[in-house]
């Protein structure tokens, strides 16, 4: 069996997108202000909108450091070994025996009309890592955990039948 190497990380036009909303956001409350008031503003309307200002930065700011945060989460996969980075809070390496279990899911989004597929990963000792279907290389990840689990590498157990189903659909692309 040949020995894939790959990284399964958040897409490039993802963080693009986010960046931009967020470099967006920064601009309501200057705009607001231009609405509302024009260029003359009043002294006490003045303090409000600085405070509100500071307060909509700080906003922006705790979700640019998500989106920072959730950009450096990545799970390299080289042969049999997994390289796992988990944001801000630093990187382990596993094998494939430290796999504790590997299913997948659908989460419901909003009002539970539309689902997104994710891969839900536990290592021994370790916290959970999920893999979203948006993810650069999610389909690359499916077709080696099914290809392992067949070929016998990760143990049966780790992998129940239903969601081995599932990550075959996955490989081929196919999200029903």
């Known amino acids: 069996m040949n020995e894939p190497k790959f990284c399964v990380r958040m897409a490039v036009w993802q963080f693009l997108l986010y960046l931009i ?3 967006l956001l920064l601009f309501i409350p200057y705009g607001l202000k231009q609405l509302l008031f024009g260029s003359e503003l009043t002294d006490t309307a003045g303090i409000i909108f600085f405070a509100m200002e500071i307060i909509w930065f700080l906003i922006v700011f705790f979700f640019f450091l ?3 945060n959730d950009s450096l989460k990545y799970i390299k996969v080289d ?3 997994f390289l796992v980075r988990t944001g801000f809070r630093g990187k382990y390496q596993a094998t494939c025996d430290d796999l504790e279990s590997v299913s997948c899911h659908r989460v419901a989004r909003g ?3 539309s689902t997104d597929h994710c891969i839900n990963i536990l290592f021994k000792g370790r916290k959970l890592v999920q893999i979203d279907w948006n993810q650069k290389n999610f389909r690359k990840l499916a077709q080696y ?3 392992m689990h067949k070929a016998g590498v990760i143990a049966q157990e780790v992998i129940p039948t239903q969601h081995k189903e599932a990550l075959f659909r996955y490989s081929n ?3 029903r």
């Open 21 to 23: 909303l967020l470099l």
């Open 79 to 81: 042969g049999q070994t």
């Open 111 to 113: 009002s539970g009309t």
């Open 66 to 68: 998500m989106l920072i």
């Open 145 to 147: 955990f099914y290809a």
């Open 173 to 175: 692309g196919n999200f």
